[in-house]
Structures are given as structure tokens and as C-alpha cells.
């Protein structure tokens, strides 16, 4: 069965600076990637996805992830945090035979220091 | 175009009794996902039903079931409640049941169990 990590359950960084949520997946054959983002009391929003087709995969808000298949790595990041950035982060995968199911990761809260 | 649409938004009940839980489709998606998200386990994958056949099933006991209706709309039910059972529950809309299709998350029903 899949899983993934999230190291950090916890970020913060100053307003500005960059962001970096890490993923890892478990799996030999390269799966479906997503990052979904969580505002708090809502649903979860896509924010990337990643197919194979290009492993640079930019998202909304300015924010963009890279498939590493050799570290089996899904990082998101961005270049510069808004206040707006703050929510909790999930990486997620799917499988090819398996539907819509998706396996998360813990997520990660990033918090915003103006 | 209207969103994935959870009622209710907020329930309490009390240990022992049952409960039914609705989630309308954005008009078009035939496939219907549902997850539990708590502090603890984080966001699990419940079932997944399209065109009113449950076609994946996570790890959850029996009392968890659900059904989607022919005009795609699902309920899920949970009988004989538990403390456990407290959760924010997720439901999610696709166009299709092919592995990298986004899925689009309603806002959820929190439920408690006192």
C-alpha cells in the first residue's frame, strides 16, 4: 500500500521568505501526485497535480512542486510567503486501478510571521 | 457552477445512535468520494461510489456504509455511534474514476459524539 510523509507537521516562516513543504511517497511505480491546501473550517482546494507529464509543475498562488523520481520526493514550494499562504498543506497520491481514492499525507501547518 | 455541497454542516449525537450524512456532486461528476479527517489519523479514504456502484473501500468496519443515488447525490451512514467516531467528514466530486482526476472537497460535516 502507498504512503506518504510529510516531515514537519509544523512551518513558519517570516512573510516574504520561501516556502518548502516536503513529500515523500512510498512506491516503485511512480504514482499520482497532489497537493491540496486546507483554510481552516473548509474543504480541501488543489493546489498542483502531478501526472508525468513535466516533473516542474506549477500550481495557483504562485506556488509550483518537482517530481524527483529518485528521491521519490514531491516538495512545494514558493518563492515568496503571503500572510494569505498561512493554512495546513496535504500531499497526496493515487494509483492507476484504483478510482479516485487518494492517500495523504499528515499535512503540514505553515504559519505566516508578519 | 454550484460546488460540492455537505449537509449538515454540523452535527452532534449521542453515542450509540446513527447517522446519515448527504453530499451533492458538482452537476456532471458521477463520482462521489468520501473521507474522515480527525487530529489523530489525519484524512482517511472511506468509499468511493460511481454511477451508484461502490467501487473502492478503505479500511473502515462495517458500520460505515453509503450510497449514491441515480442523479449522483450520496449518502453515507455510521450505526451504533462511537466516541471515536468524532470527525470532520469529507466528501469529494469527480468527472471521472481514472486515477488523476482533481477532486473537488465539499466544506464537510463535523460531527461530534458525546
Known amino acids: 500500500a502507498q504512503s506518504v510523509t510529510q516531515l514537519g507537521s509544523h512551518v513558519s516562516v517570516s512573510e516574504g521568505a520561501l516556502v518548502l513543504l516536503r513529500c515523500n511517497y512510498s512506491?516503485?511505480?511512480?504514482?499520482?501526485l497532489f497537493w491540496y491546501v486546507q483554510y481552516p473550517n473548509q474543504g480541501l482546494q488543489l493546489l498542483l497535480k502531478?501526472?508525468?507529464?513535466?516533473?516542474l509543475v506549477k500550481g495557483i498562488n504562485g506556488f509550483e512542486a518537482e517530481f524527483k523520481k529518485s528521491e521519490t520526493s514531491f516538495h512545494l514550494t514558493k518563492p515568496s510567503a503571503h500572510m494569505s499562504d498561512a493554512a495546513e498543506y496535504f500531499c497526496?497520491?493515487?494509483?492507476?486501478?484504483?478510482?479516485?481514492?487518494?492517500?495523504f499525507g499528515g499535512g503540514t501547518r505553515l504559519m505566516v510571521k508578519p | 457552477k454550484a460546488g460540492v455541497t455537505q449537509t449538515p454542516r454540523y452535527l452532534i449525537k449521542t453515542r450509540g445512535q446513527q447517522v446519515t450524512l448527504s453530499c451533492s456532486p458538482i452537476?456532471?461528476?458521477?463520482?462521489v468520494s468520501w473521507y474522515q479527517q480527525t487530529p489523530g489519523q489525519g484524512l482517511q479514504f472511506l468509499f468511493e461510489?460511481?454511477?451508484?456502484?461502490?467501487?473502492n473501500k478503505g479500511n473502515f468496519p462495517g458500520r460505515f456504509s453509503g450510497r449514491q443515488f441515480s442523479n449522483s447525490r450520496s449518502e453515507m451512514n455510521v450505526s451504533t455511534l462511537e466516541l471515536g467516531d468524532s470527525a470532520l467528514y469529507l466528501c469529494?466530486?469527480?468527472?471521472?474514476?481514472?486515477?488523476?482526476?482533481?477532486?473537488?472537497f465539499g466544506q464537510g460535516t463535523r460531527l461530534t459524539v458525546v
Open positions: 469529494a466530486s469527480s468527472s471521472q474514476i481514472i486515477a488523476n482526476t482533481e477532486a473537488f
Open positions: 512506491s516503485s511505480v511512480p504514482p499520482y
Open positions: 502531478y501526472t508525468s507529464a513535466a516533473t
Open positions: 497526496a497520491v493515487s494509483e492507476v486501478n484504483a478510482g479516485n481514492m487518494l492517500t
Open positions: 452537476s456532471g461528476h458521477r463520482s
Open positions: 461510489y460511481f454511477s451508484e456502484t461502490q467501487r
